[in-house]
């Protein structure tokens, strides 16, 4: 089949609508397809900002949680009397008490100088220590750990427990302390937490 002239001047209007239609296709396509990234795009920065919120949110909360706690444990320290200076003549009148009120046989105590656990840290407190060495005469091994238990528990001041050595005692003279059974010398420390900047 052979095609004049003729025929190509009939078929050059349905020729050019084809390649407009192609070309308006094409065209369709692209901007689709570069809408759909667009959109995309804009789908992955949102989910990014969402990550971002939560994850933020999440941390808020976390700082939320952390800053309750640290606060009842400070509203828990002050009820106690731990924040503040020193109290030693509350400390020493615990000590006759408890040994009074457990029957201790025998109570020796001496106090050292108060100094600095973590000063300069730049926090708004700081914690000082107090290094104390008892020795207890004792009736039976159980009276220390009731001993240590009642100052723990009662004390202005967090008491820890360094060392213990106890030891069979021998009986000399008629005394109360005759009595006792053991010897307990004791190494401790007795911790208060004060204000920055007021440090003795």
Not at 147 to 165: D, P, T
């Amino acid at each position: 089949m052979k095609f004049g002239a003729r025929d190509l001047r009939r078929l050059s209007l349905p020729l050019l609508l084809a390649v407009l239609m192609s070309a308006i296709g094409l065209s369709v396509a692209y901007f689709t397809a570069r809408d759909a990234q667009n959109a995309a795009g804009k789908r992955e920065a949102a989910e990014r900002a969402r990550r971002q919120i939560e994850q933020r949110l999440s941390q808020v909360r976390t700082e939320e949680e952390d800053l309750k706690q640290r606060a009842t444990l400070f509203q828990q320290l002050e009820k106690r009397g731990i924040i503040g200076d020193e109290k030693r003549l509350d400390w020493t009148e615990l000590l006759a008490e408890t040994q009074r009120e457990l029957r201790i046989p025998g109570l020796k105590y001496e106090f050292g100088a108060q100094m600095p656990v973590d000063a300069g840290n730049g926090t708004p407190y700081s914690w000082f220590a107090s290094p104390a060495k008892l020795q207890l005469r004792l009736l039976h091994e159980e009276d220390l750990l009731r001993f240590l238990e009642r100052i723990q528990g009662s004390a202005k001041a967090m008491v820890l427990v360094r060392s213990c050595k106890v030891a069979p005692l021998a009986r000399v003279g008629d005394n109360r302390e005759a009595f006792a059974q053991f010897v307990a010398d004791c190494e401790m420390q007795w911790l208060t937490l004060r204000p920055t900047g007021k440090a003795k």
